[in-house]
């Protein structure tokens, strides 16, 4: 499984991106797809996740009121529409999957799959 993930790019502060991660195969609806971020120096941090099986959504508290994930099933692709963006924000973001549902989505360790990354730039 291949996932492609879309839509980075450089942005002022308030500003607002829309990030695309499309998975190769439909292999994700009983499990979880998302996206994780990291910044220069510091770890992987979780963004957002959505259970397949249950139509759940997790989010970061950072990202809480900012950040919507959705889904489009026929498409095989989840999205991360990013709003009132601040520099903090600044990260290469990575879409991530899992085939079968845990309750450790917040933790990188626990996704097997893992797209290229874009990186978002937000300038204050």
């Known amino acids: 499984v291949q996932l492609q993930a879309f839509g980075g790019g450089f942005v002022q502060a308030g500003g607002s991106l829309r990030l695309s991660c499309a998975a190769s195969?439909?292999?994700?609806?009983?499990?979880?797809m998302g996206w994780f971020r990291q910044a220069p120096g510091k770890e992987r941090e979780f963004v957002a996740a959505i259970r397949g099986d249950a139509g759940m959504y997790y989010y970061h508290d950072s990202v809480k009121g900012r950040f919507t994930l959705s889904r489009d099933n026929a498409k095989n692709t989840v999205y991360l529409q990013m709003n009132s963006l601040k520099p903090e924000d600044t990260a290469v973001y990575y879409c991530?999957?899992?085939?079968?549902?845990?309750?450790?989505?917040?933790?990188?360790?626990?996704?097997?799959?893992w797209g290229q990354g874009t990186q978002v730039t937000v300038s204050s």
């Open positions: 195969e439909h292999t994700f609806s009983r499990g979880a």
């Open positions: 991530v999957g899992r085939a079968i549902w845990n309750a450790q989505y917040h933790n990188p360790r626990n996704y097997e799959h």
